[in-house]
């Protein structure tokens, strides 16, 4: 079954330093998402990305944060001057179909990266 | 605005007993989907079910079942006969039919199955 895969699983930065978290969605899928889940917290969405431009984005994606499609395949999350409050679980997931009639499959979630800002 | 509540924070049960966790959403769409997320320690997020809002047959699956009552904008989860590794934090959440429409999800209810 295909999979989205995230890169690193774990990464450890030192706080003020520029990450750089990787997904490949599935390969058919149109829409992707990163998402966010702050230790023992509930899994909050961050952006949504369609036809290589942003659609919606949360009050948490501030200007900090920026996301790119570089290749046609991989699909980043950079955080440009990490903080403590960014230590986390990022998620990526992507959909199928623009249209969300009957035919709509849901989403496929990544396994997740676990940023940790020290 | 779209919203989930899992009243539920925390629920602790023994082997073999049935739970069920609460989910009750609000959102001002016509059409949408509810999903059903389980998250056991190791972080995952692990796909349950998908449910449209125009079909509100309940659904079973081996232990799990799901109730979906658009009167009482619920979808409810139970699982019979709990067992140890069914312990995890179970996520319900919620879409639009919008391709732009992000999955809200609730804060999640914490089952601990004791052996």
């Known amino acids: 079954e295909p999979e989205v895969t995230q890169t690193p699983s774990h990464q450890v930065t030192q706080m003020g330093q520029e990450v750089i978290l990787r997904c490949v969605p599935i390969?058919?899928?149109?829409?992707f998402y990163w998402y966010r889940q702050i230790l023992g917290q509930k899994v909050e969405f961050l952006v949504s990305?369609?036809?290589?431009?942003?659609?919606?984005k949360s009050e948490i994606f501030d200007d900090q944060f920026s996301v790119e499609r570089p290749d046609g395949s991989n699909f980043t999350l950079k955080i440009r001057s990490t903080k403590l409050e960014d230590s986390a679980m990022y998620f990526c997931?992507?959909?199928?179909?623009?249209?969300?009639?009957?035919?709509?499959?849901?989403?496929?979630f990544g396994s997740g990266t676990r940023l940790t800002v020290v | 605005a779209q919203k989930v509540t899992q009243a539920q924070t925390e629920i602790s049960v023994v082997e073999k007993e049935d739970v069920t966790l609460d989910c009750v959403y609000e959102?001002?769409?016509?059409?949408?989907?509810l999903f059903w997320y389980k998250q056991p320690p190791s972080g995952e997020l692990v796909f349950l079910i998908r449910?449209?809002?125009?079909?509100?047959q309940n659904e079973i699956s081996g232990r799990y079942s799901w109730n979906f009552q658009k009167s009482t904008s619920s979808f409810n989860f139970t699982i019979t006969a709990s067992q140890v590794v069914d312990s995890a934090v179970y996520f319900c959440?919620?879409?639009?039919?919008?391709?732009?429409?992000?999955?809200?999800f609730g804060k999640g209810t914490r089952l601990s199955v004791i052996a």
């Open positions: 990305f369609y036809n290589n431009e942003i659609s919606e």
């Open positions: 959440a919620l879409s639009g039919a919008s391709g732009n429409t992000p999955l809200v």
């Open positions: 390969s058919n899928h149109l829409y």
């Open positions: 997931a992507s959909s199928t179909f623009r249209d969300r009639g009957p035919a709509f499959s849901g989403y496929t």
């Open positions: 449910r449209n809002s125009f079909d509100e």
């Open positions: 959102t001002r769409d016509t059409t949408y989907y």
